[in-house]
């Protein structure tokens, strides 16, 4: 079985307060990213292998693709052994999901292979164990996450044109939470809400990620001020940041004068937003 994992964008992210059990608040809007996926290649095995390449995903037992096999496992009362290849194309720390995705499609694929029968809601209630992003990845389209993410609402939002661009440092999630509260505004940089079409934009995690990393602060007010660009902000905790584009404005001439002025070594991509891709 081969299965595809989609990253997503934060359209919106407000922190709402914090929580008595440590976590945040939360009201997004995430949107999957249909022809951006890492891709999953699952095979029945005596025992189980996470395989990844040269894709730098931390020790084999805490990724996400091995937690949510165990976790699997545990809930249906049974080994199940495969071997999995994952081919990352969604870099890491970027904002953009990809652990959280590939847990879920993990979850997906097995509750088929295993004929395990669960439920949308059960597998979700599993998926959330796993973390605050991975229900989302469950479902196949835009959704409004409330709680600490888990509280999904399902929307219809026009698909966009957007362009993702991301240094080669990477953002800790963990960090830009933490540092949230007391963090400030630096001058000169654009915080407030976005309006595009029918889309309101805004992310309270710039101000912490802004803070600590300020090229990213420059990397959004230089996507602001092309011309083309309905609108720019940082996804998730960054480290990436996105721009809505106009019909017609060329994203390769545009990652091309970003490269050239800004950073020379600046991952790219730039699609679509609509349906992700499941499985084949």
């Given amino acids: 079985m ?3 994992a989609p990253a997503k964008l934060n359209f919106s992210l407000q922190i709402l307060g914090k929580r008595e059990d440590g976590f945040h608040e939360l009201e997004t809007l995430m949107v999957p990213v249909a022809g951006l996926c890492d891709r999953l290649e699952i095979h029945p095995s005596e025992s189980f292998k996470l395989e990844t390449g040269s894709a730098e995903v931390g020790p084999v037992e805490e990724n996400l693709v091995t937690r949510a096999l165990r976790l699997f ?9 495969y071997h999995i290849k994952l081919e990352k194309r969604i870099p890491s720390g970027a904002g953009l ?18 004929q395990a029968d669960f439920s949308d809601t059960e597998l979700e209630e599993m ?11 469950l479902r196949d389209s835009p959704c409004w996450c409330r709680g600490r993410g888990e509280i ?5 939002l026009l698909a966009q044109e957007v362009v993702l661009l991301k240094p080669a440092f990477s953002v800790n999630t963990v ?11 630096l001058t000169g940089v654009f915080y407030d809400p976005q309006r595009v079409d029918d889309l309101r934009m805004v992310n309270d995690l710039e101000r912490p990620a802004f803070a600590r990393f300020p090229f990213l602060a420059e990397l959004k ?43 020379p070594k600046l991952w790219w991509w730039a699609g679509s937003t609509s349906t992700p891709i499941r499985k084949r």
Avoid at 73 to 81: I, Y
Avoid at 152 to 156: K, Y
Wanted: glycine letters at 10%.
């Fill in 2 to 4: 081969t299965v595809f």
């Fill in 73 to 81: 496992e545990k809930s249906v009362g049974r080994r199940c052994p």
């Fill in 97 to 114: 999901g990809g652990g959280s995705s590939d847990a879920a499609a993990v979850l997906r694929a097995l509750n088929d292979a295993e």
């Fill in 127 to 137: 998926a959330a164990l796993l973390g605050s992003d991975v229900p989302f990845f």
């Fill in 152 to 156: 999904l609402e399902e929307t219809t």
């Fill in 175 to 185: 960090d830009a939470y933490r540092r949230w509260s007391e963090s400030t505004n």
């Fill in 221 to 263: 007010m230089w996507l602001l001020d092309r011309h083309g660009v309905k609108g720019a902000m940082m996804s998730g905790s960054g480290a990436t940041v996105f721009a809505i584009l106009e019909e017609g404005v060329r994203a390769a001439e545009l990652v091309a004068d970003a490269q050239k002025e800004l950073d």
